[in-house]
Protein backbone atom coordinates (compact mmCIF):
# COMPACT_ATOMS: atom_id res chain seq x y z
CA UNK A 1 0.00 0.00 0.00
CA UNK A 2 2.59 2.76 1.33
CA UNK A 3 4.09 4.27 -2.28
CA UNK A 4 0.60 4.00 -3.64
CA UNK A 5 -1.05 5.33 -0.78
CA UNK A 6 1.32 8.34 0.32
CA UNK A 7 0.94 9.61 -3.35
CA UNK A 8 -2.33 9.68 -2.90
CA UNK A 9 -1.86 11.38 0.40
CA UNK A 10 0.11 14.17 -0.75
CA UNK A 11 -2.02 14.51 -4.17
CA UNK A 12 -5.65 14.74 -2.00
CA UNK A 13 -7.94 17.81 -1.03
CA UNK A 14 -8.10 17.10 2.79
CA UNK A 15 -11.24 18.17 4.72
CA UNK A 16 -9.66 20.61 7.55
CA UNK A 17 -12.60 20.37 10.75
CA UNK A 18 -11.97 21.88 13.92
CA UNK A 19 -10.93 18.63 15.53
CA UNK A 20 -9.79 17.00 12.96
CA UNK A 21 -7.84 16.84 9.25
CA UNK A 22 -8.88 13.98 6.64
CA UNK A 23 -9.40 12.59 3.36
CA UNK A 24 -11.65 10.25 1.54
CA UNK A 25 -9.34 7.12 -0.43
CA UNK A 26 -11.01 4.74 -2.80
CA UNK A 27 -14.08 5.89 -0.85
CA UNK A 28 -12.77 5.46 2.47
CA UNK A 29 -12.21 8.12 5.27
CA UNK A 30 -8.96 8.63 6.82
CA UNK A 31 -7.73 10.35 9.94
CA UNK A 32 -4.67 12.27 9.43
CA UNK A 33 -4.99 14.09 12.86
CA UNK A 34 -7.84 14.36 15.60
CA UNK A 35 -8.05 16.95 18.43
CA UNK A 36 -8.27 14.69 20.84
CA UNK A 37 -4.80 14.10 20.99
CA UNK A 38 -3.76 16.84 22.48
CA UNK A 39 -2.93 15.45 26.24
CA UNK A 40 -0.38 13.18 24.27
CA UNK A 41 1.21 15.77 21.88
CA UNK A 42 1.43 18.36 25.50
CA UNK A 43 2.96 15.18 27.40
CA UNK A 44 5.14 14.89 24.25
CA UNK A 45 6.87 18.24 24.27
CA UNK A 46 6.89 18.15 27.65
CA UNK A 47 9.61 15.08 27.70
CA UNK A 48 11.12 16.51 24.90
CA UNK A 49 11.50 20.54 24.80
CA UNK A 50 13.26 22.76 27.20
CA UNK A 51 13.39 26.25 26.96
CA UNK A 52 16.38 27.35 24.64
CA UNK A 53 16.80 23.77 22.67
CA UNK A 54 16.65 23.47 19.21
CA UNK A 55 13.25 21.63 18.30
CA UNK A 56 13.14 19.51 14.95
CA UNK A 57 9.30 18.56 14.45
CA UNK A 58 8.37 16.39 11.97
CA UNK A 59 4.84 17.03 11.05
CA UNK A 60 2.68 19.69 11.71
CA UNK A 61 -1.52 18.78 10.87
CA UNK A 62 -3.10 20.28 13.41
CA UNK A 63 -0.36 22.30 14.78
CA UNK A 64 -1.37 21.13 18.55
CA UNK A 65 2.00 19.62 19.02
CA UNK A 66 3.75 22.93 17.20
CA UNK A 67 1.77 25.26 20.08
CA UNK A 68 2.92 23.05 22.89
CA UNK A 69 6.71 23.09 21.61
CA UNK A 70 6.40 26.92 20.94
CA UNK A 71 4.94 27.00 25.30
CA UNK A 72 8.17 25.73 26.41
CA UNK A 73 10.43 28.45 24.68
CA UNK A 74 12.29 26.94 22.03
CA UNK A 75 15.76 28.72 20.78
CA UNK A 76 14.57 27.60 17.71
CA UNK A 77 11.78 25.65 16.14
CA UNK A 78 12.51 23.76 13.04
CA UNK A 79 8.97 22.26 11.06
CA UNK A 80 9.08 19.89 8.01
CA UNK A 81 5.79 19.59 6.63
CA UNK A 82 5.19 17.83 3.31
CA UNK A 83 1.64 18.11 2.30
CA UNK A 84 0.81 21.11 0.03
CA UNK A 85 -2.30 21.69 2.14
CA UNK A 86 -0.90 21.61 5.45
CA UNK A 87 1.90 23.70 4.36
CA UNK A 88 -0.16 26.83 3.64
CA UNK A 89 -1.71 26.45 7.08
CA UNK A 90 2.16 25.81 9.13
CA UNK A 91 3.08 29.05 7.30
CA UNK A 92 -0.08 30.88 8.32
CA UNK A 93 0.54 29.50 12.22
CA UNK A 94 4.22 30.97 11.71
CA UNK A 95 4.21 34.40 10.39
CA UNK A 96 4.21 35.84 14.37
CA UNK A 97 7.37 33.63 15.47
CA UNK A 98 10.38 34.56 15.60
CA UNK A 99 11.87 31.25 16.27
CA UNK A 100 10.54 29.11 13.67
CA UNK A 101 11.60 28.07 10.27
CA UNK A 102 8.94 26.01 8.11
CA UNK A 103 10.84 23.36 6.01
CA UNK A 104 8.93 22.23 2.65
CA UNK A 105 9.44 18.40 2.24
CA UNK A 106 9.84 15.87 3.80
CA UNK A 107 12.16 15.21 7.35
CA UNK A 108 14.37 12.84 5.47
CA UNK A 109 15.42 15.34 3.03
CA UNK A 110 17.13 17.62 6.07
CA UNK A 111 19.63 15.00 6.44
CA UNK A 112 22.10 16.76 4.16
CA UNK A 113 21.37 20.28 5.40
CA UNK A 114 23.43 21.86 8.25
CA UNK A 115 22.63 21.86 11.75
CA UNK A 116 21.97 19.20 14.52
CA UNK A 117 19.20 19.15 17.16
CA UNK A 118 18.57 19.09 20.82
CA UNK A 119 15.34 17.45 20.77
CA UNK A 120 13.21 15.90 17.77
CA UNK A 121 9.44 14.86 17.42
CA UNK A 122 8.12 12.76 15.00
CA UNK A 123 4.90 12.69 14.10
CA UNK A 124 4.42 11.84 10.53
CA UNK A 125 1.53 10.30 8.29
CA UNK A 126 1.91 7.44 5.51
CA UNK A 127 5.71 7.69 5.75
CA UNK A 128 7.43 5.47 4.31
CA UNK A 129 10.93 5.84 5.42
CA UNK A 130 10.11 6.31 9.03
CA UNK A 131 11.53 2.92 10.44
CA UNK A 132 14.07 2.28 8.09
CA UNK A 133 15.65 5.91 8.38
CA UNK A 134 14.51 7.31 11.32
CA UNK A 135 17.20 6.21 13.59
CA UNK A 136 19.99 6.63 11.79
CA UNK A 137 18.10 9.96 10.83
CA UNK A 138 18.44 11.37 14.20
CA UNK A 139 21.90 9.76 15.16
CA UNK A 140 23.44 12.08 12.03
CA UNK A 141 20.98 15.26 13.12
CA UNK A 142 20.72 15.24 17.06
CA UNK A 143 23.21 16.75 19.32
CA UNK A 144 24.95 14.81 22.13
CA UNK A 145 21.73 14.16 24.13
CA UNK A 146 19.24 14.86 22.07
CA UNK A 147 15.78 13.59 23.42
CA UNK A 148 13.30 11.70 20.51
CA UNK A 149 9.78 10.80 20.65
CA UNK A 150 7.94 9.71 18.04
CA UNK A 151 3.87 8.69 17.57
CA UNK A 152 3.84 5.07 19.13
CA UNK A 153 1.24 3.17 17.31
CA UNK A 154 1.04 0.58 20.10
CA UNK A 155 0.52 2.90 23.03
CA UNK A 156 2.22 0.61 24.88
CA UNK A 157 5.46 -0.04 26.62
CA UNK A 158 6.94 -2.55 24.94
CA UNK A 159 7.78 -4.99 21.70
CA UNK A 160 7.17 -2.77 18.62
CA UNK A 161 8.05 0.09 16.72
CA UNK A 162 10.91 1.88 17.27
CA UNK A 163 11.67 -0.12 20.08
CA UNK A 164 13.21 -2.55 17.48
CA UNK A 165 15.72 -0.56 16.69
CA UNK A 166 16.16 1.15 20.23
CA UNK A 167 17.08 0.27 23.83
CA UNK A 168 16.75 2.43 27.10
CA UNK A 169 13.63 3.74 25.74
CA UNK A 170 11.47 5.66 28.53
CA UNK A 171 7.70 5.59 28.30
CA UNK A 172 5.22 8.34 30.24
CA UNK A 173 1.48 7.67 30.45
CA UNK A 174 -1.29 9.75 29.44
CA UNK A 175 -4.59 8.50 30.86
CA UNK A 176 -7.94 9.56 29.85
CA UNK A 177 -8.05 9.91 26.42
CA UNK A 178 -11.73 9.02 25.88
CA UNK A 179 -10.68 8.98 21.53
CA UNK A 180 -13.93 9.29 19.78
CA UNK A 181 -14.08 6.17 17.28
CA UNK A 182 -11.28 6.70 14.51
CA UNK A 183 -9.08 4.35 12.67
CA UNK A 184 -5.82 4.71 14.25
CA UNK A 185 -5.96 4.76 17.65
CA UNK A 186 -8.43 3.51 20.72
CA UNK A 187 -7.04 3.22 23.71
CA UNK A 188 -8.33 5.13 26.59
CA UNK A 189 -4.22 5.62 27.62
CA UNK A 190 -1.00 6.13 26.25
CA UNK A 191 2.58 5.64 26.13
CA UNK A 192 5.08 8.80 25.39
CA UNK A 193 8.27 6.97 24.31
CA UNK A 194 11.64 9.18 25.25
CA UNK A 195 14.72 8.20 24.06
CA UNK A 196 17.89 9.77 24.84
CA UNK A 197 20.65 9.81 22.33
CA UNK A 198 24.21 10.16 23.94
CA UNK A 199 26.70 9.85 21.19
CA UNK A 200 28.04 6.92 21.92
CA UNK A 201 31.53 6.65 21.87
CA UNK A 202 33.67 3.63 20.70
CA UNK A 203 36.02 2.06 22.61
CA UNK A 204 38.99 3.14 20.21
CA UNK A 205 41.12 6.98 21.38
CA UNK A 206 42.11 7.00 17.82
CA UNK A 207 43.39 10.39 16.44
CA UNK A 208 43.22 10.43 12.58
CA UNK A 209 45.76 13.04 12.62
CA UNK A 210 48.11 11.51 14.45
CA UNK A 211 48.83 9.38 11.71
CA UNK A 212 50.81 11.74 12.59
CA UNK A 213 50.07 13.60 8.94
CA UNK A 214 53.54 13.72 9.90
CA UNK A 215 53.76 16.34 6.27
CA UNK A 216 51.61 18.77 7.80
CA UNK A 217 52.79 18.94 11.14
CA UNK A 218 55.63 21.05 12.18
CA UNK A 219 58.92 18.67 12.39
CA UNK A 220 60.80 20.92 14.84
CA UNK A 221 57.53 19.50 17.29
CA UNK A 222 57.36 15.47 15.69
CA UNK A 223 59.82 14.27 14.60
CA UNK A 224 59.18 10.18 13.10
CA UNK A 225 62.06 8.12 13.01
CA UNK A 226 60.86 4.40 11.63
CA UNK A 227 59.78 2.47 14.87
CA UNK A 228 60.60 5.32 17.55
CA UNK A 229 59.03 9.14 17.41
CA UNK A 230 59.62 11.95 19.15
CA UNK A 231 57.25 13.87 20.48
CA UNK A 232 56.76 17.09 21.97
CA UNK A 233 54.61 17.11 25.29
CA UNK A 234 53.69 19.72 28.04
CA UNK A 235 52.73 18.41 31.27
CA UNK A 236 50.10 21.55 32.55
CA UNK A 237 49.26 24.18 29.88
CA UNK A 238 48.12 26.49 32.55
CA UNK A 239 51.98 26.50 33.30
CA UNK A 240 53.57 24.99 30.10
CA UNK A 241 57.38 23.74 29.73
CA UNK A 242 57.60 21.77 26.23
CA UNK A 243 59.60 18.65 26.50
CA UNK A 244 60.56 16.53 23.33
CA UNK A 245 60.03 13.13 24.11
CA UNK A 246 61.02 9.35 22.29
CA UNK A 247 57.88 7.17 22.18
CA UNK A 248 57.86 3.56 20.51
CA UNK A 249 55.20 3.16 17.88
CA UNK A 250 53.45 1.12 15.55
CA UNK A 251 51.45 1.31 12.48
CA UNK A 252 47.96 0.15 12.47
CA UNK A 253 44.96 -0.51 10.67
CA UNK A 254 41.60 -0.93 12.05
CA UNK A 255 37.39 0.35 11.61
CA UNK A 256 35.95 3.10 13.55
CA UNK A 257 32.67 3.90 13.95
CA UNK A 258 32.09 7.32 14.53
CA UNK A 259 34.49 10.57 14.78
CA UNK A 260 34.16 13.61 15.89
CA UNK A 261 35.76 16.72 13.69
CA UNK A 262 36.96 19.93 15.63
CA UNK A 263 37.27 22.92 13.29
CA UNK A 264 36.63 21.65 10.24
CA UNK A 265 39.33 18.74 10.58
CA UNK A 266 42.13 19.94 12.88
CA UNK A 267 41.47 17.14 15.37
CA UNK A 268 39.65 14.44 14.19
CA UNK A 269 39.17 11.59 16.97
CA UNK A 270 36.78 8.93 18.75
CA UNK A 271 34.88 10.15 21.78
CA UNK A 272 36.41 8.93 23.71
CA UNK A 273 39.66 10.07 23.45
CA UNK A 274 41.32 12.39 26.69
CA UNK A 275 41.16 15.99 25.64
CA UNK A 276 42.75 19.11 28.10
CA UNK A 277 40.87 21.61 27.22
CA UNK A 278 40.27 25.61 28.95
CA UNK A 279 36.51 26.47 30.50
CA UNK A 280 35.85 29.65 32.43
CA UNK A 281 39.57 30.16 32.80
CA UNK A 282 40.85 26.63 33.38
CA UNK A 283 41.95 23.50 31.90
CA UNK A 284 39.95 20.86 32.47
CA UNK A 285 40.40 17.17 31.64
CA UNK A 286 37.68 15.93 29.35
CA UNK A 287 36.48 12.94 27.42
CA UNK A 288 35.87 14.41 23.11
CA UNK A 289 32.95 13.92 23.68
CA UNK A 290 32.21 16.03 26.42
CA UNK A 291 34.00 19.26 25.38
CA UNK A 292 31.53 21.76 23.84
CA UNK A 293 32.11 24.83 21.53
CA UNK A 294 33.73 27.76 23.42
CA UNK A 295 36.22 25.34 24.90
CA UNK A 296 39.72 26.14 23.95
CA UNK A 297 42.48 24.00 22.96
CA UNK A 298 46.39 24.64 23.94
CA UNK A 299 48.55 25.62 20.65
CA UNK A 300 52.39 24.47 20.76
CA UNK A 301 53.24 28.17 19.98
CA UNK A 302 51.57 29.08 23.63
CA UNK A 303 48.18 30.25 21.87
CA UNK A 304 44.72 29.02 22.85
CA UNK A 305 42.75 28.15 19.93
CA UNK A 306 38.59 28.54 20.81
CA UNK A 307 36.82 25.61 19.51
CA UNK A 308 34.06 27.03 17.10
CA UNK A 309 32.61 24.02 15.10
CA UNK A 310 31.98 20.31 16.33
CA UNK A 311 31.16 17.56 13.86
CA UNK A 312 29.87 13.94 14.35
CA UNK A 313 30.38 11.34 11.76
CA UNK A 314 28.57 8.14 12.68
CA UNK A 315 29.57 6.03 9.71
CA UNK A 316 32.23 3.49 9.97
CA UNK A 317 34.98 3.75 8.14
CA UNK A 318 38.57 2.47 8.23
CA UNK A 319 41.65 4.08 9.98
CA UNK A 320 45.34 3.69 9.59
CA UNK A 321 47.15 5.18 12.36
CA UNK A 322 50.37 5.39 14.15
CA UNK A 323 49.85 4.33 17.38
CA UNK A 324 52.17 5.52 19.80
CA UNK A 325 52.50 4.57 24.08
CA UNK A 326 52.77 7.64 25.72
CA UNK A 327 52.65 8.52 29.27
CA UNK A 328 52.88 12.54 28.76
CA UNK A 329 50.60 14.86 27.10
CA UNK A 330 51.24 15.22 23.53
CA UNK A 331 50.57 17.54 20.50
CA UNK A 332 48.85 16.77 17.34
CA UNK A 333 48.63 19.36 14.42
CA UNK A 334 50.41 21.70 17.42
CA UNK A 335 47.11 21.18 19.96
CA UNK A 336 47.79 19.55 23.18
CA UNK A 337 46.20 16.34 23.61
CA UNK A 338 46.21 14.88 27.00
CA UNK A 339 47.84 11.39 27.65
CA UNK A 340 45.69 8.45 28.11
CA UNK A 341 45.53 4.28 27.54
CA UNK A 342 42.91 4.70 25.35
CA UNK A 343 44.45 7.49 23.65
CA UNK A 344 46.55 6.25 20.44
C1 LIG B 1 -0.44 13.12 12.41
S1 LIG B 1 -0.10 14.59 11.58
C2 LIG B 1 0.87 15.50 12.73
C3 LIG B 1 0.06 16.05 13.83
C4 LIG B 1 0.77 17.03 14.69
N1 LIG B 1 1.70 16.37 15.56
C5 LIG B 1 -0.19 17.83 15.50
O1 LIG B 1 -0.02 17.95 16.72
O2 LIG B 1 -1.15 18.34 14.95
C6 LIG B 1 1.06 14.06 10.38
C7 LIG B 1 1.65 15.19 9.54
O3 LIG B 1 2.86 14.73 8.96
C8 LIG B 1 2.95 15.17 7.63
N2 LIG B 1 3.89 14.27 6.96
C9 LIG B 1 3.70 13.00 6.55
N3 LIG B 1 4.83 12.47 6.05
C10 LIG B 1 5.78 13.42 6.18
C11 LIG B 1 7.16 13.48 5.82
N4 LIG B 1 7.79 12.43 5.31
N5 LIG B 1 7.84 14.62 6.05
C12 LIG B 1 7.21 15.70 6.59
N6 LIG B 1 5.89 15.70 6.95
C13 LIG B 1 5.19 14.58 6.74
C14 LIG B 1 1.52 15.08 7.18
O4 LIG B 1 1.26 15.83 6.00
C15 LIG B 1 0.77 15.62 8.38
O5 LIG B 1 0.70 17.01 8.36
Given at each position: ?20 I ?15 E ?50 V ?34 D ?40 L ?38 T????L ?53 I ?30 V ?51
Amino acid sequence: MAHKQREAYLAANLIFKDDRISWVHNGETYQVMMGWEQPIMAKMAEVCVSAGDKVLECGFGMGILSDEIQARNPGHHTIVECHPEIIVKAKAWAADKTNVTIVEGDWLDLINAPGRFNAILMDTYVDNNLHKRFTWFCRNKGEHNCKVSWWNWTGKTTGAYMMLHWTDVTFTKVEGLNAPENDYYNRNDYYVPLKVLSRTPTTYGVLLSSNINLSQTETVHIKKVYGNTKLLTCADPGNPSLEIKDVAGESVMFKCKGVYSINDGLLVMTGTNNMIVKRDGSWINKKMNEIVVGDKLYKADNTEVEITKIEFDSSETVHNMFKVNIDSNYFVNNILIRKGQDNA
